[in-house]
């Protein structure tokens, strides 16, 4: 089931990006300015996430919906995961069950 998550979120995501006629650098620098020049996402994470070698953080994923003015569920279109665990994160010690 990752590897469908991770191939419809590759193809998502490098269609939005040619629709745009964006580079992968070019989207690199967009992922930045939309993170409020705090962190950005290099060409080579983008290209890997392109690939499905590399499935994204909520967090990038919202960054790149935001870079390829999406909306957020777009990267996810396509993609049955189902119900699924999300871990705990600082100061939230019991997981949450959501469908994503």
């Known amino acids: 089931m990752h590897s469908q998550v991770r191939q419809a979120i590759a193809c998502n995501v490098r269609a939005a ?3 745009l006629r964006l580079t992968q650098t070019e989207l690199s620098l967009r992922v930045k300015k939309a993170a409020g020049g705090a962190r950005g996402l290099c060409q080579a994470s983008i290209s890997a996430i ?12 919202l960054l790149l919906a935001k870079a390829l003015e999406v909306p957020v569920p777009a990267p996810l279109e396509g993609a049955d995961v189902g119900l ?14 959501a469908r994503v």
């Open 17 to 19: 990006r040619k629709s």
């Open 50 to 61: 392109e690939r499905a070698d590399r499935c994204p953080s909520v967090a990038v994923l």
């Open 84 to 97: 699924v665990k999300a871990r705990a994160r600082a100061g939230d010690r019991d997981g949450t069950t």
